[in-house]
C-alpha cells in the first residue's frame, strides 16, 4: 500500500494548492492588481448616522478606505465583501467633473461645493472629516490615472457628460485662438455689488483654473472684468462659462477711446481746466485719458465701450454726397436766406483734426464722435452761413466767395476749439442762387452784351471810313514818298562817294608808305643774308680744302705705300706690267679683234658669218693690210 510519503510530484503541487485555497478561503485573502481598486463592503456593524451613506469608523455599509493593490486578509467573507473597481483615467486633453454623493450640504449662497484637500478625491476619509460636501465640485480631475472610491463620488468624464446635462465639447481643456479673447461668466461666488455691470477682479485664481480660490477671494458671479487670453485652460464648465469674441482692433489712423463701465473707484484726473468732462487713469470707471492705439486689444467689450476717434483730417461735407467715414451722412445742403429776401441754397465743406492726446477730452465731452458732427459741428457751420447771409444780398454774397470763405473758416475754428478740436479749413462749394433772379440777371447781362455789340459795330465801321480816306490819301502820297526817296538816296550816294574817294587817298597813302618800310626791310634783310651766305659758303669752303687735301695726302700715301709693297714684292718692271694690264683692263680696251680677215681669203660674206657666231650687231672688219701698231699692240 502507497503512503502519502511516496506521492508523485504532479499530485504534491495539487495538494499544494488545494491547501492554498483552503487557506485563502478560511482567512478571507483578497488579492488587488495594478490596475483596480478593491471597494470594501462590510455587511455587519454599527449602523450609519442619518443622512450618510459612506462608512469612515467602522459602520456597516460602503467605507470610505479603499483597498490599494496588493495581498489583503483576513476579510471574512461572512463580514466583508470586496468589489474590485478600475481605476478612474482622464485622457489627455480632457477634464472630468466630480459629483460627491456624501458629504455636509452645500450653504444656499453657493451653487458648487468647496474644494477640499485630499488628493484629488483619492482620500475619501479626509474628504468627509474635512467637511467635504455633497452634490457637484469646484474641483475637477486632469489627465492622468486616479483611485476614487465610486461609492462616494461620481465622475463625469467626456463620454458620460450627456448623462449631466453637458456636451462631450465641455470637458476637454479650453482652448482660446490668438485672435480670439474669452469674456468669463462665474456661475458661483459671491453676488456683483448694487451698480456694478460686472464682478471685479481678483487674485490668486491662475485666470479662473482655481475656482476654490476665486471664491475665497471675494469673486462674484455673473460678468467679469476679467478676459480670457489665448492658450489652453483647464476650466469647471460648472464654474464658468466662456464666449469668444474676436479682438478689437484699432485701424491706423484711429485711437480708440475707452469708457469702462467697470474698474476701480471713479476719479477725475482731467484737472480744473476741463469743466465739461471727466477723465479717469487706465483701470477706473470712465473715460481713460490714454487712449488705445492702432493695433489688436484684448477688451472686454461686455464691460467697456471702444470709441473710434480718427486722427487724420476729417472732411465734413454739406452737400449730397457723403465720406466714407459717414459722419456727415445726415447733413445736407445749407439753406440760407439773404438781405434781399431771396433763398439759396450753398454745399459746405469743413476739414477738422482731432489730436490722440485731445480724442479722449472730445469724448467726454460730447460721447462719441457723431454727437461731435451732429450737435456741435452742425449747429455752428449751419448758423454762421445762415447769420452772415442776411447781412448782404445774394449778388453780394456770390461777389464776395473768397471774403466770405475766409470769415468762415476763423468763426469755425474759433468755435470748435472749445471742444478741443482743430478746424483745417472751410469751403465754399456749389451755390445754388434763386432762378428768378438769376434769370433777370442773364436778361440784363445779355442786354449789356448786345449793346456792348451794337457799339463795337458802329465804331467799327467809323474805324473803316477813316480807314478808307487814310489809304486814298496815302496812295497819293506814294509818289511824293518816292522821290523825296530818290533825293535823299542821291545824296547818299555822293557822300559815299566823297568818302570812298578819301578812303582811296589815305589807303594810297598807307599802302606807299608800308611799300617802302617793307622794301626797306626786305633789302637789310637780303643784305644780311647775303652776308651770312658769304660767311658761310667761305667757312664751307674752307672746311672742304681741308678735308680734300687730307684726302688726297692719306690717298697718295696708301698708294705710295702700296706701289712700293708691289715693287718690293715683284720687282719693279714685274710690278710695272701688272699696273698696265690693270689699267688696260679698267678702260675696256681689247687687244685681239673679233674678226680677223686673211689677205686673200676672206669675204664679207666670211665676216657676217664670223659675226652672226659672236652674236654681235656691229663686228669689227680687220683688213689683211698692214697696220700699224697702236697702243703698244702688235700687227696680228
Not at 460636501?133 to 457628460?161: C, H, S, W
Not at 473768397?402 to 470769415?407: D, M
Amino acid at each position: 500500500m502507497m503512503t502519502i510519503l511516496h506521492l508523485p510530484l504532479f499530485a504534491w503541487i495539487a495538494l499544494g494548492t488545494a491547501a492554498l485555497l483552503l487557506f485563502c478561503i478560511a482567512f478571507g485573502v483578497v488579492v488587488i492588481s495594478e490596475q483596480e481598486s478593491g471597494l470594501v463592503i462590510k455587511r455587519y456593524g454599527r449602523a450609519l448616522p442619518a443622512g450618510r451613506i459612506i462608512a469612515i469608523e467602522g459602520e456597516a455599509g460602503y467605507q470610505a478606505q479603499m483597498l490599494p493593490p496588493g495581498w489583503h486578509f483576513p476579510l471574512w467573507s461572512w463580514k466583508y465583501k470586496v468589489r474590485k473597481v478600475p481605476l478612474v483615467e482622464v485622457a489627455p486633453g480632457q477634464i472630468s467633473l466630480v459629483v460627491a454623493k456624501d458629504g455636509a450640504a452645500i450653504p444656499t449662497e453657493r451653487v458648487l461645493a468647496r474644494e477640499i484637500e485630499c488628493d484629488n478625491f483619492q482620500d475619501a476619509v479626509r474628504f468627509l472629516n474635512e467637511g467635504g460636501e455633497k452634490g457637484r465640485q469646484l474641483g475637477m480631475l486632469t489627465a492622468g490615472k486616479y483611485r476614487i472610491n465610486p461609492a462616494l463620488f461620481d465622475i463625469v468624464t467626456a463620454q458620460r457628460a450627456q448623462q449631466f446635462g453637458l456636451s462631450p465639447e465641455q470637458l476637454f481643456v479650453f482652448r482660446v485662438p490668438a485672435d480670439r479673447v474669452g469674456i468669463i461668466t462665474a456661475l458661483d461666488g459671491r453676488p456683483i455689488p448694487s451698480g456694478d455691470l460686472a464682478g471685479p477682479a481678483v487674485q490668486g485664481h491662475d485666470s479662473f483654473q482655481r475656482a476654490q480660490a476665486f471664491i475665497e477671494a471675494g469673486g462674484c458671479r455673473g460678468l467679469q472684468e476679467e478676459v480670457l487670453l489665448s492658450g489652453a485652460w483647464n476650466l469647471n464648465p460648472w464654474f464658468v462659462s466662456v464666449e469668444l469674441i474676436p479682438l478689437t482692433e484699432i485701424p491706423i489712423g484711429y485711437v480708440g477711446v475707452v469708457v469702462s463701465y467697470v474698474g476701480g473707484e471713479h476719479v477725475d484726473v482731467s484737472g480744473d481746466g476741463f469743466s465739461h468732462g471727466d477723465l479717469v487713469e487706465r483701470g477706473r470707471k470712465g473715460v481713460w485719458v490714454e487712449p488705445l492705439l492702432p493695433g489688436k486689444h484684448p477688451v472686454n467689450t461686455r464691460a467697456m465701450k471702444i470709441e473710434l476717434v480718427p486722427t487724420t483730417n476729417i472732411v465734413l461735407n454739406w452737400a449730397s454726397r457723403s465720406e466714407s467715414h459717414h459722419y456727415d451722412q445726415g447733413l445736407d445742403s445749407i439753406t440760407v436766406r439773404s438781405r434781399d429776401g431771396f433763398s439759396f441754397d450753398l454745399d459746405v465743406a469743413t476739414i477738422i483734426h482731432i489730436g490722440m492726446k485731445n480724442a479722449p477730452r472730445v469724448i467726454s465731452r460730447v460721447g462719441s464722435m457723431q454727437n461731435l458732427v451732429d450737435h456741435v459741428l452742425q449747429p455752428t457751420v449751419g448758423n454762421y452761413f445762415r447769420n452772415s447771409a442776411q447781412e448782404v444780398t445774394v449778388l453780394e454774397f456770390l461777389s464776395a466767395r473768397s471774403a466770405r470763405q475766409r470769415e468762415a473758416y476763423l468763426h469755425i475754428r474759433a468755435a470748435v476749439a472749445a471742444y478741443d478740436v482743430d478746424c483745417i479749413d472751410c469751403l465754399i462749394g456749389d451755390i445754388t442762387p434763386p432762378e428768378e433772379l438769376m434769370k433777370t440777371q442773364t436778361d440784363k447781362k445779355i442786354a449789356d452784351e448786345l449793346q456792348r455789340t451794337y457799339d463795337a459795330q458802329r465804331e467799327a465801321q467809323m474805324r473803316r471810313q477813316q480807314l478808307e480816306r487814310e489809304t486814298a490819301a496815302a496812295n497819293m502820297q506814294a509818289e511824293v514818298v518816292r522821290s523825296e526817296q530818290q533825293v535823299r538816296i542821291q545824296e547818299m550816294v555822293a557822300e559815299a562817294r566823297v568818302a570812298a574817294a578819301k578812303g582811296e587817298a589815305e589807303a594810297a597813302k598807307v599802302r606807299a608808305q608800308a611799300d617802302a618800310e617793307v622794301q626797306r626791310v626786305s633789302a637789310a634783310a637780303t643784305a644780311d643774308a647775303l652776308r651770312l651766305q658769304a660767311d658761310a659758303d667761305a667757312d664751307a669752303t674752307r672746311v672742304r680744302g681741308d678735308a680734300n687735301a687730307h684726302a688726297e695726302r692719306a690717298r697718295g700715301e696708301a698708294a705710295a705705300a702700296t706701289y712700293k709693297a708691289g715693287i718690293d714684292a715683284l720687282g719693279e718692271q714685274s710690278y710695272t706690267a701688272v699696273q698696265l694690264a690693270s689699267i688696260v683692263g679698267s678702260a675696256g680696251l681689247k687687244l685681239v679683234p673679233d674678226v680677223v680677215l686673211g689677205e686673200g681669203r676672206s669675204n664679207l660674206a666670211d665676216v657676217l658669218l664670223a659675226k652672226m657666231a659672236t652674236n654681235k650687231e656691229a663686228p669689227a672688219i680687220i683688213h689683211s693690210a698692214p697696220l700699224t701698231p697702236t697702243n703698244g699692240v702688235s700687227k696680228t
